[in-house]
């Protein structure tokens, strides 16, 4: 577990633009479990490409005319039990964090793992999203 004074600017990154922190695996539950609709997930993290990539691609991302009905967000190595109650929607992938994924009515229809965030620019993430966006918003 990290410090919560270290991590609270990384959370609030994403809830300051409108993303829902989920911190139980209830929470997630809650908001992945058929839910109707698209959920954008983004599993957070302290890691560098989390803050240069992956934060500011999802962000960016939602800058489309299509965009997901639902945001949220567990931080991987802080919400221990919700990251891990969230992985298991992300079957088949394995544990990746940062990562990011898009659920429609329920069900995972398009994930970006660490290896397609990692060495990407935010730019190139965000173009990815809008695309999955057109596809399934």
């Given at each position: 577990?990290?410090?919560?004074?270290?991590?609270?600017?990384?959370?609030?990154?994403?809830?300051?633009?409108?993303?829902?922190?989920?911190?139980?695996?209830?929470?997630?539950?809650?908001?992945?479990e058929?839910?109707?609709?698209?959920?954008?997930?983004?599993?957070?993290?302290?890691?560098?490409?989390?803050?240069?990539?992956?934060?500011?691609?999802?962000?960016?991302?939602?800058?489309?005319?299509?965009?997901?009905?639902?945001?949220?967000?567990?931080?991987?190595?802080?919400?221990?039990?919700?990251?891990?109650?969230?992985?298991?929607?992300?079957?088949?992938?394995?544990?990746?964090?940062?990562?990011?994924?898009?659920?429609?009515?329920?069900?995972?229809?398009?994930?970006?793992?660490?290896?397609?965030?990692?060495?990407?620019?935010?730019?190139?993430?965000a173009?990815?999203?809008?695309?999955a966006y057109?596809?399934?918003?």
């Open positions: 577990m990290y410090p919560i004074a270290l991590v609270t600017p990384m959370a609030q990154d994403l809830t300051d633009y409108g993303f829902e922190q989920l911190s139980s695996p209830a929470d997630v539950e809650k908001n992945l058929s839910r109707q609709g698209t959920t954008l997930l983004v599993v957070n993290s302290v890691c560098g490409c989390a803050a240069a990539n992956a934060r500011p691609g999802a962000k960016m991302s939602l800058q489309a005319e299509k965009r997901p009905d639902n945001l949220v967000t567990v931080f991987a190595g802080v919400d221990a039990d919700a990251t891990a109650k969230a992985r298991e929607y992300l079957a088949p992938y394995p544990p990746s964090s940062p990562s990011i994924a898009l659920f429609k009515d329920g069900k995972l229809v398009h994930f970006l793992e660490r290896r397609h965030i990692e060495g990407r620019s935010a730019q190139v993430i173009e990815n999203l809008k695309m057109e596809t399934y918003c």
